[in-house]
């Protein structure tokens, strides 16, 4: 049995120039989004600076205690633990702000990206929720390495290609 009659006023063809609408529509969405770009890529950068520069301001506050965790907890490879506990202090409170600032933007973030592996590395007893934040902060640091600082960055101001030179 046919139920639907072939000049029945419902048709399943796309009328005249919708696709070209849809498309329009489309091209006008993704124009939108490329000018949130470099919002978006700054608001990464202040997140995950932030976590690492707070850490270390925390680091800061109590040496004592930091050396001891330095001293007990981590375990950091091939360092003495207060060299150990003194680097990663002045990186946490160093290469953030540069990332903020998008000045060796890439090189900035391939530091902490590395500081992070090896914060993962060296604290065992991070557990399931630690190790999630520390994949987070990863790959957020991983799209700044990837895709550059974006349009509002003192790198993208000064023109400097930072590295690696290929990619802007």
Do not use: C
Not at 104 to 132: E, H, M, Q
């Amino acid at each position: 049995m046919h139920y639907v009659n072939s000049h029945s006023s419902l048709s399943t063809a796309a009328p005249p120039g919708f696709a070209r609408r849809v498309l329009e529509q489309g091209r006008r969405l993704v124009r939108g989004l490329d000018h949130l770009s470099p919002v978006v890529d700054l608001v990464l950068r202040l997140f995950v600076a932030a976590v690492f520069f707070k850490s270390g301001l925390t680091k800061l506050a109590s040496w004592d205690s930091t050396l001891a965790l330095f001293e007990n907890e981590y375990a950091v490879p091939l360092l003495p633990p207060e060299l150990a506990a003194l680097l990663g202090t002045g990186v946490e409170l160093f290469f953030p702000v540069l990332l903020v600032l998008g000045l060796g933007t890439r090189l900035s973030a391939a530091v902490l990206f590395v500081f992070n592996v090896v914060a993962v590395i060296s604290y065992p007893d991070l557990g399931a929720v630690g190790l999630k934040d520390h994949q987070t902060w990863g790959l957020l640091l991983l799209v700044t390495l990837t895709h550059g600082p974006g349009a509002l960055s003192l790198d993208r101001l000064l023109g400097r290609r930072a590295w690696p030179a290929s990619a802007r």
